[in-house]
């Protein structure tokens, strides 16, 4: 129950921000109310007098702005049943969609059968609403809102405003409001009232909030059996409704589900609750602070059968996801050496975790509906913040590389990043489609869960990862697209020197080219960079000079055979030392000998085994110290 007492004490600590919009992150509810998205809003007086009516907008945002469209997003009250509500008519107490708060809806749809269970569903609906209005904790804006809905007259009122539209026959057409039909379109109300001071907004005014809460929680203490909840200790009024929508491509997913025909059987219990006895205000915390998380914090994995991942502080200060593709990303600058880099990173998250305190942890969880109706805990860790924020420092400065990134000119040049957990999965298992790496979400997902171990729990980095990016990276004609392979290869090398480096319990591969590093994985990937370059750069005199080199070609070859395969390339570099001017080629020659020096130190037997993943870092060091030599001699 930690995950459980955790998302309490994160409510409690946040409890100031209950019921408050800012209009750029979604608010937290209260106990008794949800978030759900309004597609209209109806205005009256405090008389209950209809004044207007409009259908809400989706906000069209350019294709790089990443905050959220929070137009339609709404507090509402919610009861046990409602909250949860999957079938069956059990009508929210005040917003809700048309087929409940109208009274006349009856009359503008076809069947007999919808008829009956529309006048049903509108029936219940304002009983309930006429309960709240005329008790010890009713509100003005509750009474107007009844009076309005008694007259039956909502659907007329939004024909005449053109919000709703009707067919030929007088029925409500197909026309959606605001993307959603008729009968499921949710509508909120604004009161407007000369007499009172407060929020015309229904879904903003917090004394609103609080007297339906009041008013809920006497029902509810009457109503439900009392017990000692799980997670607070208190004698309280048990939940056996839990809500549900708290990852919102898992709506229909909950947290905690009884099954009451399974565990009341046989005697063993007189109520479903008594299974898992957590009180009513207990599960609202929970699920009220969750919810929020998700909706502000959460990072999603996969397209279609998705993992969500949060972390946070339970005292409300910001952190840092480890699954997320976007952290630092714009604040860190582009740092041309690791130094750089590293301190960038020690000034950014020293920066975050300044507003720690000794006390303050940091919490990490996955959800996945493991079903359509149960959503899973697959993940889940709690840190003392420094030794989190330690920890993604470590990561950060052991697990990078260079990667190309586009300057102000729209020239590529290399800057220092560290590969998000997304991307290392993706280049590690995906395939090319198209301009893009795709990967199918159940490998997607799994990978994933691994590498986050990798960041918050010290786990070393999979070998098999390592293994299948480097034979990723060592095809480079199967990538349409250089930006792909690109990547792929610096994603290779940033997990292959982070494994090395880890395994040898140093830094035995930086970031830079080691002549005197003598690994024959190493020496062999200089190597094959040598005799790339080489004809590389007598393509410039040539017409078809997109065609790929046969140090390219011949790469997969080379990792299983390098010996055998050098010869092969040896031979062939004989026709473009000709198109190469003496001292270049005296440079080529000296610089091969030198590394077949080291080389032959080794069986020949030895010298044609397979490549360790390390033949990278070799490849890519002595590449980027070529193209470097031959731009400071220009």
């Given at each position: 129950m930690s995950?459980?007492?955790t998302l309490?004490?994160?409510?409690?600590n946040?409890?100031?921000?209950?019921g408050t919009?800012d209009g750029?992150?979604?608010p937290?509810?209260?106990?008794?109310?949800?978030l759900a998205?309004a597609r209209?809003e109806?205005?009256?007086?405090?008389d209950g007098?209809?004044i207007?009516?409009?259908?809400?907008?989706?906000?069209k945002k350019?294709?790089?702005?990443k905050?959220?469209?929070?137009s339609g997003?709404?507090?509402?009250?919610v009861?046990?049943?409602s909250g949860g509500?999957?079938?069956g008519?059990?009508p929210?107490?005040?917003?809700?969609?048309?087929?409940?708060?109208?009274?006349d809806?009856?009359a503008?749809v076809?069947g007999?059968?919808?008829?009956?269970?529309?006048l049903e569903?509108s029936e219940?609906?304002l009983?309930n609403?006429?309960k709240w209005?005329?008790s010890d904790y009713?509100?003005?804006?509750?009474r107007?809102?009844?009076?309005?809905l008694?007259?039956?007259?909502?659907?007329a009122?939004?024909?005449?405003?053109?919000?709703?539209?009707?067919?030929?026959h007088?029925m409500?057409?197909s026309?959606?409001?605001?993307g959603e039909t008729?009968?499921r379109?949710?509508a909120?109300?604004i009161?407007?009232?000369p007499?009172?001071d407060?929020?015309?907004k229904c879904w903003e005014?917090k004394?609103?909030f609080q007297?339906?809460?009041?008013?809920?929680n006497?029902?509810?203490?009457?109503v439900n059996?009392h017990?000692i909840c799980?997670?607070?200790?208190e004698?309280?009024?048990?939940?056996?409704?839990?809500?549900?929508?708290?990852v919102?491509s898992s709506?229909?997913?909950?947290?905690v589900?009884?099954?009451?025909?399974?565990?009341v059987?046989?005697g063993r219990f007189?109520?479903g609750?008594?299974?898992?006895?957590v009180?009513?205000d207990s599960?609202?915390?929970v699920h009220?602070a969750?919810?929020?998380?998700?909706?502000?914090?959460g990072c999603?994995v996969g397209?279609?059968d998705k993992r969500t991942?949060?972390?946070?502080?339970?005292?409300g200060k910001?952190t840092?996801n480890?699954?997320?593709?976007?952290?630092?990303?714009?604040e860190?600058?582009g740092?041309d050496?690791?130094m750089e880099?590293?301190e960038?990173?020690?000034?950014?998250?020293?920066?975050?975790?300044?507003?720690?305190?000794e006390?303050?942890k940091?919490?990490l969880i996955?959800?996945e509906?493991?079903?359509t109706g149960?959503l899973s805990v697959?993940y889940?860790n709690?840190?003392i913040?420094s030794d989190?924020?330690?920890?993604?420092?470590r990561w950060?400065?052991?697990?990078?590389?260079y990667f190309?990134?586009?300057?102000?000119?729209?020239?590529?040049?290399?800057?220092?990043?560290?590969p998000?957990?997304?991307?290392?999965?993706?280049?590690?298992?995906?395939m090319?489609q198209g301009k893009?790496?795709?990967?199918g979400d159940k490998?997607?997902?799994?990978q994933v869960q691994?590498?986050v171990?990798c960041i918050?729990?010290?786990?070393?980095?999979p070998?098999?990862?390592?293994?299948?990016l480097m034979?990723?990276?060592?095809?480079?004609?199967?990538?349409k697209?250089?930006?792909n392979?690109q990547n792929v290869l610096s994603?290779a090398?940033?997990m292959?020197?982070k494994?090395?480096?880890d395994?040898?319990?140093?830094?035995k591969?930086?970031?830079n080219?080691?002549?005197?590093?003598t690994?024959?994985?190493?020496?062999?990937?200089?190597?094959l960079?040598?005799a790339?370059?080489?004809?590389?750069r007598?393509?410039?005199?040539d017409?078809?000079?997109?065609r790929?080199?046969?140090?390219?070609?011949?790469?997969?070859?080379?990792?299983n055979?390098?010996?055998?395969?050098w010869?092969?390339l040896?031979k062939?570099l004989i026709?473009y030392y000709?198109?190469?001017d003496?001292a270049?080629?005296?440079?080529?020659?000296s610089?091969i000998?030198g590394?077949?020096?080291?080389?032959?130190?080794?069986s020949p037997?030895?010298l044609?085994m397979?490549?360790?993943e390390?033949?990278l870092l070799?490849?890519?060091?002595?590449?980027?110290?070529m193209f470097?030599?031959?731009?400071e001699d220009k």
């Amino acid at each position: 129950m930690s995950w459980i007492s955790t998302l309490c004490e994160t409510y409690d600590n946040n409890i100031d921000k209950a019921g408050t919009y800012d209009g750029q992150t979604y608010p937290l509810s209260m106990d008794s109310h949800i978030l759900a998205n309004a597609r209209l809003e109806i205005t009256i007086d405090d008389d209950g007098n209809f004044i207007e009516a409009r259908e809400l907008e989706k906000i069209k945002k350019d294709k790089n702005d990443k905050t959220n469209d929070l137009s339609g997003v709404t507090i509402i009250p919610v009861t046990e049943d409602s909250g949860g509500r999957s079938s069956g008519i059990v009508p929210h107490p005040l917003c809700d969609t048309l087929s409940y708060i109208a009274g006349d809806y009856a009359a503008y749809v076809p069947g007999k059968k919808d008829k009956e269970k529309a006048l049903e569903k509108s029936e219940k609906y304002l009983e309930n609403l006429k309960k709240w209005a005329e008790s010890d904790y009713s509100h003005y804006k509750v009474r107007a809102v009844y009076k309005y809905l008694e007259k039956k007259t909502v659907i007329a009122d939004l024909v005449r405003e053109n919000v709703v539209e009707l067919d030929s026959h007088g029925m409500i057409s197909s026309k959606k409001i605001c993307g959603e039909t008729a009968e499921r379109a949710m509508a909120r109300f604004i009161i407007r009232s000369p007499e009172h001071d407060e929020t015309e907004k229904c879904w903003e005014d917090k004394t609103l909030f609080q007297k339906f809460s009041e008013y809920y929680n006497s029902l509810i203490d009457d109503v439900n059996y009392h017990d000692i909840c799980y997670v607070s200790g208190e004698d309280m009024a048990v939940c056996c409704n839990h809500p549900k929508g708290i990852v919102p491509s898992s709506y229909g997913a909950k947290m905690v589900c009884i099954n009451t025909s399974n565990f009341v059987s046989l005697g063993r219990f007189i109520a479903g609750g008594e299974t898992c006895a957590v009180g009513y205000d207990s599960t609202q915390k929970v699920h009220n602070a969750l919810s929020w998380l998700v909706k502000n914090q959460g990072c999603v994995v996969g397209s279609k059968d998705k993992r969500t991942y949060i972390c946070w502080c339970p005292a409300g200060k910001p952190t840092i996801n480890p699954v997320d593709t976007r952290w630092g990303d714009e604040e860190l600058g582009g740092c041309d050496t690791h130094m750089e880099y590293k301190e960038e990173i020690e000034k950014l998250f020293n920066g975050k975790s300044g507003v720690f305190s000794e006390s303050d942890k940091v919490v990490l969880i996955s959800l996945e509906a493991a079903t359509t109706g149960r959503l899973s805990v697959t993940y889940y860790n709690e840190l003392i913040a420094s030794d989190f924020m330690e920890r993604m420092t470590r990561w950060s400065e052991t697990c990078c590389w260079y990667f190309k990134r586009k300057n102000s000119e729209g020239k590529y040049r290399d800057v220092i990043r560290t590969p998000d957990t997304k991307s290392i999965v993706k280049y590690a298992f995906g395939m090319e489609q198209g301009k893009f790496v795709e990967l199918g979400d159940k490998v997607f997902k799994e990978q994933v869960q691994r590498i986050v171990h990798c960041i918050a729990d010290k786990k070393p980095v999979p070998r098999d990862i390592v293994y299948v990016l480097m034979h990723k990276a060592s095809n480079p004609q199967s990538y349409k697209m250089w930006m792909n392979y690109q990547n792929v290869l610096s994603t290779a090398c940033a997990m292959t020197a982070k494994y090395y480096n880890d395994l040898e319990g140093k830094v035995k591969y930086g970031m830079n080219l080691d002549k005197n590093n003598t690994d024959r994985s190493y020496l062999f990937g200089r190597l094959l960079a040598i005799a790339e370059i080489i004809e590389y750069r007598t393509y410039k005199n040539d017409a078809g000079g997109g065609r790929l080199t046969n140090a390219t070609q011949l790469q997969s070859a080379f990792v299983n055979h390098p010996w055998h395969t050098w010869s092969v390339l040896e031979k062939k570099l004989i026709p473009y030392y000709k198109q190469t001017d003496l001292a270049s080629v005296e440079y080529y020659k000296s610089l091969i000998g030198g590394i077949i020096e080291q080389l032959q130190t080794d069986s020949p037997a030895k010298l044609n085994m397979p490549l360790r993943e390390t033949y990278l870092l070799g490849y890519y060091h002595q590449r980027k110290e070529m193209f470097t030599k031959k731009e400071e001699d220009k």
